[in-house]
Each structure stands twice: as structure tokens, then as C-alpha cells.
């Protein structure tokens, strides 16, 4: 599985984007999917994740109620729409696909991760 993210840009405190994280390959419906961040100078860490079939999400508590992550299986892409965003949300953002059929909350670590795609800058001005 080949990961893209894409999304990413500049954008004022308070304001949104919206990530997506296009994946190649025909099984893309069998992989959970979650989404890291790394600001600089900071541990890699766990944003979101989805379950392989929409139904089940996860999110760090930084983040809950702000963004929302989902998923499409007919077009292989899982989204980030984030909203308020805060200065401290800047950082390089990652998708990630993880192999089986867990719930969202199995997935809040790297480990648990097979592919990953080449993130994508968010920088939040205030």
C-alpha cells in the first residue's frame, strides 16, 4: 500500500483544513487507518484513527471535538477535517495504514501501523 498525503498549508488560528491521505492498491477497505503529527522537536504522536470500515473512531484528547477523521472506501482516501485550529497543532502530519479489522482505539501507537505515507506540513499562525 502506497500512501499520499496532501492538505496541508498556512493558516490562522481559528481557521480549518482539511487532510486527505489517498492510498493505492485494491484492499484498501481492510486496513485501519490513523493519522500522527510531528512538530519540531517532538515525538512522533497519535492524532486519529479510523476502523477499516468507518465505523469506529479514536482520537487524542488534544484533538477531540476539533477534528474529525473519516473515510472513503470507494475512493481509497481517509480525511482529517480539522477545525480551531490552535498554534500548537503545527506540525508535519501523517497517514498511516494498519492491517486488520480492530477497533479504532487498537491503533493509537506507531507499532500497530504497516504503511506510511510522507506527511504533509500544517503550520497554524496566531
Known amino acids: 500500500v502506497q500512501l499520499q498525503a496532501s492538505g496541508g498549508g498556512l493558516v490562522q488560528a481559528g481557521g480549518s483544513l482539511r487532510l486527505s491521505c489517498a492510498a493505492s492498491g485494491r484492499t484498501f477497505s481492510s486496513y485501519a487507518m490513523g493519522w500522527f503529527r510531528q512538530a519540531p522537536g517532538k515525538e512522533r504522536e497519535f492524532v486519529a484513527s479510523?476502523?477499516?470500515?468507518?465505523?469506529?473512531?479514536y482520537y487524542t484528547d488534544s484533538v477531540k471535538g476539533r477534528f474529525t477523521i473519516s473515510r472513503d472506501n470507494t475512493k481509497n482516501t481517509v480525511y482529517l477535517q480539522m477545525n480551531s485550529l490552535k498554534p500548537d497543532d503545527t506540525a508535519v502530519y501523517y497517514c498511516?495504514?494498519?492491517?486488520?479489522?480492530?477497533?479504532?482505539?487498537?491503533?493509537?501507537?506507531?507499532?500497530?501501523?504497516?504503511?506510511w505515507g510522507q506527511g504533509t506540513q500544517v503550520t497554524v499562525s496566531s
Open positions: 479510523i476502523s477499516w470500515s468507518g465505523g469506529n473512531t
Open positions: 498511516a495504514a494498519a492491517s486488520g479489522y480492530s477497533g479504532a482505539s487498537y491503533y493509537y501507537t506507531e507499532s500497530r501501523y504497516d504503511y
